[in-house]
């Protein structure tokens, strides 16, 4: 994608009406480019004033609820890397080698799995953008690489940086009446991380605040999801 | 335009309207104003500058910080100045007051639970509650029912919702009629698109698909349309 396809992106961006990787496109624009981020800021504004103006009040007895629920709710410690600033972290000086040798890896290990002249543009364009995702995340220090089959077809990737993790799938066989479920595994409990939607085959996901120690699992469930695992994983990318 | 019923503000005594600053400020700092819990708050909620909310140092960002180091008072208020934009939100796209609250308190719980991780250097305390609100409605929305039978439901013409429980002060009134006349200032294509992209969920590349539009179109439409919107709400002097 060029800037200019990136920028008429701000406002499907602004109602968050975009995909993972179009959301990291529109965010690095934002973030290299300030008349990009003006934008962004104000059209996002204005979707908030949406919003507002949508105001109803919730059921009287929802906020003794949420209230208690928040006394034994744990909160996130403030992570390492997170700042309040608005200085971009240094981290994102991205070197060039790094990039290649990752997306040459990436590209032997699953982003194209039967030639990229049989693709589809679109197709094509998705595998090149979740290449360049996943190249840059690799870039970051300390990222790491993992990669596994996922039993029934396709491929998986992870990717850990600093406290996000970037999900590659790949090849992934269409589904009717059941959904892809992604699990955030920690001491052996599984967390769900949401429902997810391929496209032809071919997702990329990013998950914030995943614990060090955490595995990722991706399981097949009844359309919608489940709260619980209810199969055995397909695949499990664990540190 | 709209028919909005006459009823008259539940509460009686609420404070009359700060100016024109509420055009920036929103709702929630009228409720913020308006919950009478403000004084016990300390000083550092009066007084800050009209229009910071949309600025990392907004009242509701700085409470949000405080939340962040375990202050449950400082949630309670922005529960109460926030709450009501959340199931808003929630009740347009899932269109089920159970599902709605259900939806609410999980985003309540969330933000207090992620609270360490807003950065008011990208965005308002709204607008972060809005995306997380309006991503877990898509979740349940795909989760409870299948998406295609909503398409129909959420219609362009549909963006307006009488006036209910919210306790309407002059200046919410005020601030909702200038968001309707201002979507009322935007092609029927701009709306169609912002509107079935938000409140229904989509991405652009559903609504292209569902519009039997190119994606540079239904891009431009959205970003167009919002930034139309933006202009006009800048505008608006409403009595």
Request: proline residues 6%; contains cysteine; glycine residues 8%.
């Amino acid at each position: 994608m060029t800037d200019d396809d990136v920028r008429d992106l701000l406002g499907a961006w602004a109602l968050d009406a975009v995909d993972d990787v179009e959301r990291k496109a529109v965010e690095r624009l934002i973030r290299d480019d300030p008349e990009a981020a003006a934008e962004a800021r104000a059209l996002r504004d204005t979707v908030t004033r949406l919003a507002v103006s949508d105001a109803a009040a919730p059921p009287a007895a929802l906020r003794a609820q949420v209230l208690a629920a928040v006394e034994s709710t744990r909160q996130l410690e403030p992570s390492a890397g997170h700042t309040h600033g608005s200085e971009s972290p240094p981290a994102r000086r991205r070197s060039k080698t790094l990039r290649l040798l990752a997306a040459a890896a990436i590209l032997i290990g699953i982003a194209v799995p039967s030639g990229i002249a049989v693709l589809q543009a679109q197709r094509a364009e998705q595998a090149e953008q979740q290449v360049e995702l996943l190249a840059e995340a690799l870039s970051e220090p300390g990222a790491t690489l993992v990669r596994a089959d996922v039993s029934g077809g396709g491929k998986a990737a992870m990717v850990t940086g600093g406290d996000t993790v970037l999900l590659a799938l790949s090849g992934l066989p269409e589904l009717s009446g059941q959904d892809y479920q992604l699990w955030v595994i920690q001491d052996d409990v599984p967390v769900s991380a949401g429902v997810l939607h391929p496209k032809d085959g071919l997702l990329t996901r990013e998950l914030t605040d995943v614990p060090a120690t955490a595995a990722l699992a991706l399981t097949i469930e009844p359309t919608g999801g489940s709260t619980q695992p209810t199969t055995d994983p397909l695949v499990v990318l664990g540190p | 335009m709209p028919e909005f019923s006459p009823e008259t503000p539940a509460g009686g005594e609420r404070r009359a309207a700060a100016g024109r600053a509420r055009a920036r400020v929103g709702p929630a700092c009228g409720a913020l104003r308006d919950t009478g819990t403000v004084s016990n708050q300390g000083p550092g909620l009066r007084g800050t500058t009209p229009g910071a909310t949309t600025g990392s140092r907004d009242q509701l960002g700085v409470l949000m910080q405080r939340a962040a180091a375990g202050d449950q008072d400082a949630f309670a208020t922005i529960y109460d100045a926030t709450a009501p934009v959340v199931h808003g939100v929630a009740r347009r796209v899932l269109r089920d007051p159970d599902l709605a609250a259900e939806v609410t308190q999980e985003v309540m719980l969330e933000a207090w639970r992620t609270a360490s991780r807003f950065d008011g250097a990208r965005g308002s305390v709204m607008a972060w509650l809005t995306t997380m609100t309006r991503r877990r409605a898509v979740d349940r929305v795909r989760s409870e029912q299948s998406h295609r039978d909503r398409d129909e439901r959420v219609a362009a013409g549909d963006f307006r919702r009488p006036f209910d429980e919210v306790a309407e002060t002059a200046e919410r009134r005020a601030e909702v009629l200038d968001v309707h006349r201002c979507l009322d200032s935007l092609t029927d294509l701009q709306r169609d698109a912002v509107v079935t992209a938000f409140y229904g969920g989509q991405t652009y590349r559903e609504v292209a698909q569902s519009r039997g539009a190119s994606l540079p179109t239904v891009k431009s439409r959205i970003r167009d349309g919002l930034n139309r919107l933006r202009r006009c709400l800048d505008g608006m002097q409403s009595p």
